[in-house]
């Protein structure tokens, strides 16, 4: 599955070779704590909701929900696509997407994400799953890292009956580094409220996830890795191993990161080469 994206941020959601260099033998990493399920979600910032969400039924073949949600950001609506494995991908729009070159809509905090769209459309966040939000932070901060404040918040705006791991309170809770102006590189960390982390990985199998899930006609049952370009990528290494993610395999120009639930991270440098000028 290809994705369009902006140059400093760009993902894709598939399966590839590894890194054909193992990463140099080092002091045995400190992993990240309260491990989740992998990598959360994707938000793909769209200029226009309905048209990306008939493409992704009518080309893509994914099944798509018919209602909107409210987005994980002021001023923004949803269309949310959860996959057997526990990630998901989001198509985000302004909520008046006729008013997304004037930034309508969008609070002061937010702004960041007007400005993308009034230029580009594609992957500009992602989160990794965390069973705690509060102790991924305190590690996060042991480390050297700011962040902020943890958010939390609801999607659905009516409590499931029956049985439900939703209890009418906040749906979920996340931890950014700079949520006013996500890094495009570096994830947020998502916690699902009330959901049995530790049950899911001792005793669920990827079959019985699946019964829970909406079927695709495209037959996707979740993601293998997410792909991200950057500009250095011995700086990214670096922050990504301070983080806790325990690298995989590296080159001069890759590196894969495992997170969990078999998911990882693809960090890619573009390696340009100058053509010859011609002279006449």
Same mark, same amino acid.
């Given at each position: 599955m290809k994705l369009t994206f902006h140059p400093a941020l760009l993902m894709l959601v598939g399966c590839i070779a590894s890194c054909s260099t193992v990463a140099e033998k080092e002091a045995p990493a400190k992993l990240l704590p309260a491990a989740g399920l992998g990598i959360n979600g994707v938000m793909i910032l769209v200029k226009d909701l309905d048209s990306a969400r008939n493409y992704?039924?009518?080309?893509?073949?994914?099944?798509?929900?018919?209602?909107?949600?409210?987005?994980?950001?002021?001023?923004?609506?949803?269309?949310?696509?959860?996959?057997?494995?526990?990630?998901?991908?989001?198509?985000?729009?302004? &909520?008046?997407?006729?008013? #997304?070159?004037?930034?309508?809509?969008? +609070?002061?905090?937010?702004?960041?994400?007007?400005?993308?769209?009034?230029?580009?459309?594609? #992957?500009?966040?992602?989160?990794?799953? +965390?069973s705690s939000v509060d102790t991924t932070g305190k590690w996060l901060r042991s480390q050297g890292f700011k962040t902020d404040t943890p958010q939390s918040g609801?999607?659905?705006?009516?409590?499931?009956?029956?049985?439900?791991?939703?209890?009418?309170g906040p749906q979920w809770r996340n931890l950014a580094f700079n949520a006013n102006n996500p890094p495009a590189e570096l994830p947020s960390f998502m916690e699902i409220?009330?959901?049995?982390?530790?049950?899911?990985? &001792?005793?669920?199998?990827?079959?019985?996830?699946?019964?829970?899930?909406?079927?695709?006609?495209?037959?996707?049952?979740?993601?293998?890795?997410?792909?991200?370009?950057?500009?250095?990528l011995k700086e990214a290494r670096k922050k990504f191993k301070q983080i806790g993610l325990l690298e995989l395999a590296a080159n001069d120009s890759t590196a894969n990161f495992q997170i969990a639930n078999g998911h990882q991270l693809h960090l890619i440098e573009p390696r340009l080469t100058a053509k010859p000028i011609n002279k006449t």
């Open positions: 992704y039924t009518s080309k893509l073949g994914f099944a798509m929900p018919r209602k909107f949600d409210k987005g994980l950001y002021s001023g923004t609506l949803s269309a949310y696509l959860s996959f057997a494995d526990f990630s998901s991908l989001e198509l985000v729009g302004i &909520e008046d997407s006729a008013q #997304a070159s004037k930034d309508s809509g969008l +609070t002061k905090t937010d702004s960041f994400i007007g400005a993308f769209v009034k230029e580009h459309e594609g #992957a500009r966040l992602y989160s990794i799953s +965390t609801r999607v659905a705006t009516e409590i499931p009956k029956g049985w439900d791991w939703d209890d009418g409220s009330g959901l049995p982390y530790q049950e899911i990985q &001792e005793e669920w199998t990827p079959y019985a996830w699946r019964k829970y899930y909406r079927v695709h006609p495209n037959g996707v049952v979740g993601m293998s890795y997410l792909q991200i370009v950057v500009s250095d």
